[in-house]
């Protein structure tokens, strides 16, 4: 069992940054960061081949968005710049022995452990 949990959420405003953690157990191969409002489907959003370091981020926070990890600590992050109110939501951190890179990586099916989620509100 891995256990991942979040921390860094707050609230800010538009254009500003936030750094996201995600402390877990264990790297799983693939690791990613989701988010979620209600009344929607999670959202993948950027995704860690964990041993290789490969990377891919949905088209919505491409360029805006890093995710990155921290070997020593066992920590997993998301960089969150130049937000804007359409950001607000519960962020996720999520893993999965498979490795996934791509399209797939983004799907929440393909991630069996998740973290309880931290609240990020950007307001305009």
Known sequence: QVELVESGGGSVEAGGSLRLSCSVS????TMAWFRQVPGREREGLATI???RGVTYYSASVKG????SRDPGEKILFLEMN???PDDTAMYYCAGTWA?????????SKEYN???QGTQVTVSS
Request: proline share 0%; net charge positive; glycine share 8%.
């Open 64 to 67: 805006r968005f890093s995710i």
């Open 82 to 84: 130049t937000l804007n």
């Open 113 to 115: 452990y998740w973290g």
């Open 26 to 29: 264990a790297y799983t191969t």
């Open 99 to 107: 490795s996934r890179t791509g399209e797939r990586a983004l799907l």
């Open 49 to 51: 081949e964990t041993r």
